[in-house]
């Protein structure tokens, strides 16, 4: 494994990486004469013999040129008046590739990065990836260049292709032309470089850092980077010179390793995709598409002579450009001004659906940074835009998803009949989200996570039947994507809740199943410590309920449950409490030594949570069941002077019955009261 910087990951994460592919990723392409591109040094060569072939230059002028280095001897053909008229044809069919090429390697660059820079004049990423062809850019082509500055997704040819003769760098005056500024379309082009250089980071790959072609853009990156400080690195087998101490290595054996450093980058890349929510990705996948309707639009509109069509076409495309700055909004967290710009859109183009849903959901997601009237009157604003949407396209389950999860939202601060009505009118939201999409899992995950909330704030047959509720949609969710661990976690949690307010076999019956939940959870997410403690408090609740060797089996059970939480999140203090509560639960049912010890673990639980950050509440009440009558009330007084648990708990609270009547502990509840 090869160290990977910490700042090229994050710009991996960031969408902020450019990758820079040299002359070494085409070595091994064949051209339709089936021979390998190679280097330079072979195209060269060919270019001499083709010139003798044509008459241009003698045998002798070849050989000599065979013992120059590439760029020396294009530099004498360039002298005795050889231009790209000459060889333009000769270069093109050269580097125009076969058939049967393998690109699977420029395939999985792409996945890395889908913002390429290239000096190679061949056509293999245009292949690989056939999109590129429409939008890639180079000298002479302007509004692709434009567009390369700000587009997600570009094929940035920097030294020419062979679809535009003209455009190639190829000679030394090329170069120079190019890399000082000789020509608006230089300029245009060394513009564009430099504005990648200042806010992107590069990676090198398949470049020699002795190639004369690619010392120009060395040269642009250690210039800039001394004003803008921006980060760049190579792959490479050699040790960097000082000259290039503005790099960053990453050292490899040999090129033959550089598709283990990519599939390690990758794994950074899908880690980081993993990590996005659905919204996000979503609003990415949009933004490319808006980038490219744009783009379709604009040269839709450079053929179109007809007035009124032109006024359609520029009313579409300046409609997408608000949703498109919209978008990059919302990307960004400014909701308000993604309002804004949605808002523009709509005006424009009326009947977009995907535009309201987004303005919706824009709203929402600024309704969730504010609280009271100011939240309720955003989420409101929400229903409105989702409303909108669906009634220009009805089957949009994704608004209704949306719209199902903002009714949730709002019914969370609401409470009584106002947030029974907000949940059964979230409930209808779910219920055309699946009848539009019957596979969405998501919808019935929170389908049954809303059931499942408004059962909390019920009680007898009416909770029961929303639980039971919450099961079936569990059910389907996990019927749908059958690795979907949160979804079996909320599955054994409601179950533990319901069987909470049982008793006897159906209590029990019901925290087995819980267990079988929990089990599926970590089945599928192993580092799932909140699983963990969820199955060790239900069966500790359970071990509660029994006696004997059967309590004692469900308790050392639970020790086991706790144990693993706390081995995947060592900060957990609730874990370390309630397995604190666990041991002394089940010390009180034994006697002498083996009391003594499971009280003894008991406080060092109650320690570490204290230690990690938890307060001395339950410490309190270890005291209290232990007779430790002057640090209970220690720790007591404590507790409520620090607002970690109130007067009223406490008094419900059944580990002070054995100090109900003392007068010590009713001053600390009246004194309390009293503040």
């Known amino acids: 494994m090869i160290n990977i910087p910490s700042e090229l990951k994050k710009a991996i994460e960031a969408d902020d990486l450019v990758l820079f592919i040299g002359a070494g990723l085409s070595w091994n392409l064949q051209n339709t004469d089936n021979e390998f591109l190679e280097g330079w040094d072979k195209m060269v060569k060919s270019i001499t013999s083709h010139l003798i072939t044509e008459g241009y230059i003698t045998d002798e002028l070849k050989q000599i040129c065979d013992a120059l280095e590439p760029i020396e001897t294009l530099k004498i053909l360039e002298k005795k008046g050889i231009s790209k008229r000459e060889i333009g ?123 004369p072609q690619i010392n120009g853009i060395f040269k642009e990156i250690n210039r800039i980077q001394g004003i803008y400080d921006q980060e760049h690195y190579i792959i490479t087998d050699k040790p960097l010179e000082n000259s290039l101490n503005f790099l960053t290595s990453i050292k490899v054996a040999s090129y ?158 609401k409470s009584g009949v106002e947030a029974k009505a907000l949940y059964r009118e979230s409930f209808e939201k779910y219920q055309q989200a699946v009848q539009y999409k019957p596979d969405f899992h998501e919808a019935y995950y929170n389908w049954g996570n809303a059931l499942s909330e408004l059962a909390q704030t019920k009680s007898g047959v009416e909770a029961e039947a929303l639980y039971k509720d919450s099961f079936e949609k569990y059910q389907q969710a996990v019927q749908y994507k059958s690795d979907f661990h949160q979804a079996y976690y909320n599955w054994g949690t409601a179950l533990s809740e319901l069987a909470q307010t049982k008793s006897g076999v159906e209590a029990e019956a019901l925290y087995k199943d819980s267990f079988e939940k929990y089990q599926q959870a970590v089945q599928y997410k192993s580092d799932f410590h909140q699983a963990y403690y969820n199955w060790g408090t239900a069966l500790s609740k359970l071990a509660q309920t029994k006696s004997g060797i059967e309590a004692e089996a469900l308790y050392k059970d639970s020790f086991e449950k706790y144990h693993h939480a706390t081995q995947l999140k060592p900060d957990d203090h609730k874990a370390y409490y309630n397995w604190g509560n666990a041991l002394s639960n089940l010390a009180q049912t034994k006697s002498g030594i083996e009391a003594e010890k499971l009280y003894n673990e008991a406080f060092e639980k109650f320690q570490q949570g204290i230690k990690n950050g938890g307060d001395f509440y339950n410490l309190a009440c270890f005291y209290a069941v232990r007779n430790k ?47």
């Open 89 to 211: 044809g000769f270069v093109k069919h050269y580097f125009t590739l076969r058939g049967g090429n393998d690109f699977s390697f420029h395939k999985k660059l792409f996945s890395l990065s889908t913002k390429i820079i290239t000096t190679n004049y061949d056509k293999a990423f245009e292949k690989a990836i056939p999109e590129l062809q429409e939008i890639k850019a180079y000298k002479g082509k302007d509004y692709e260049l434009n567009r390369v500055k700000k587009d997600s997704v570009f094929l940035f040819k920097l030294h020419g292709c062979i679809d535009g003769i003209d455009s190639m760098v190829l000679f030394p005056s090329d170069y120079d032309g190019l890399y000082d500024d000789k020509g608006r379309e230089a300029e245009h082009a060394l513009h564009t470089l430099r504005i990648l250089i200042s806010n992107k980071t590069f990676l090198f790959i398949g470049t020699g850092l002795g190639d």
């Open 629 to 675: 009558k002057e640090e209970a009330l220690k720790y007591l007084e404590r507790s409520l002077s620090r607002r970690d648990v109130s007067v009223e708990i406490v008094e419900k609270d059944k580990d002070w019955d054995g100090l109900r009547d003392d007068s010590d502990f009713k001053r600390i509840l009246s004194n309390t009261k009293g503040l």
């Open 256 to 413: 033959k390793e550089i598709p283990e450093v990519i599939d390690q980058l990758l794994e950074i890349k899908q880690a980081a995709e993993a990590k996005k929510s659905s919204q996000e990705k979503m609003l990415s996948d949009q933004l490319k598409e808006s980038e490219k309707e744009i783009d379709s639009l604009t040269k839709k509109l450079s053929k179109v002579q007809n007035e009124n069509e032109r006024q359609l076409l520029l009313l579409e495309r300046e409609a997408n450009n608000h949703f498109n700055i919209g978008l990059k909004h919302h990307l960004a967290g400014e909701y308000l001004d993604a309002s804004k710009e949605y808002k523009a859109a709509t005006e424009l183009k009326p009947k977009s659906s995907e535009t309201y849903n987004n303005w919706g959901s824009a709203l929402s997601n600024l309704a969730q940074t504010k609280s009271g009237i100011e939240a309720e009157a955003l989420y409101k604003e929400s229903f409105k835009k989702y409303y909108q949407a669906t009634q220009n396209k009805p089957d949009l389950y994704d608004t209704y998803y949306n719209w199902g999860n903002d009714l949730t939202r709002l019914a969370q601060s």
